[in-house]
């Protein structure tokens, strides 16, 4: 099971990549809280393909309560928080995309699995699905979603693209 957090489905969805989830996943299961976030984000970038992928139903909205639980680090948000207690419901057959450094270390404490936008994207130019991973990282970032240059350097490094 892959679980998205609001940050890489936004800044897909806003360079009309989100179906690279899909390709490599086949279904993305976000909470409520994500999806709200997703769907009422400020710019109404890429919103209509999120919605269009809910719709769809390989986006999968996922109903949790978080009365019983709190994230450590006072620094993760409240998708961050939804997505990452769902993991740890199954945690050895869940995979969590996550980009926010408060999150990823809060997934880490709880021993999860979380990949980030970039190593997706890396992954589908591996898989043949996108052509050059480099372009769609600098898309992302033209759109202006952070992704520093160690990040890129290291994956097209390790997919072997200059």
């Known amino acids: 099971?892959?679980?998205?957090?609001?940050?890489?489905?936004?800044?897909?969805?806003?360079?009309?990549?989100?179906?690279?989830?899909?390709?490599?996943?086949?279904?993305?299961?976000?909470?409520?809280?994500?999806?709200?976030?997703?769907?009422?984000?400020?710019?109404?970038?890429?919103?209509?393909?999120?919605?269009?992928?809910?719709?769809?139903?390989w986006i999968i909205v996922k109903k949790i309560s978080l009365k019983t639980w709190q994230p450590l680090n006072p620094g993760v948000d409240a998708g961050e928080s939804s997505a990452i207690f769902l993991a740890i419901q199954s945690p050895e057959s869940t995979l969590l995309l996550m980009d926010d450094q408060a999150g990823r270390a809060e997934a880490f404490y709880h021993k999860l699995s979380v990949i980030g936008t970039a190593a997706v994207?890396?992954?589908?130019?591996?898989?043949?699905?996108i052509s050059s991973a480099k372009t769609?990282?600098?898309?992302?970032?033209e759109a202006g979603y952070y992704i520093g240059d160690a990040i890129i350097q290291t994956v097209l490094k390790d997919i072997g693209e200059k």
């Open 136 to 141: 769609v990282l600098h898309e992302l970032r």
């Open 1 to 57: 099971m892959v679980i998205a957090d609001a940050g890489p489905l936004i800044a897909l969805s806003r360079i009309g990549h989100l179906q690279l989830l899909q390709h490599l996943f086949h279904e993305v299961v976000i909470t409520e809280t994500i999806r709200d976030e997703v769907l009422v984000n400020h710019h109404n970038l890429g919103k209509e393909i999120i919605e269009k992928a809910i719709k769809d139903e």
């Open 121 to 129: 994207i890396g992954m589908a130019k591996e898989q043949g699905v």
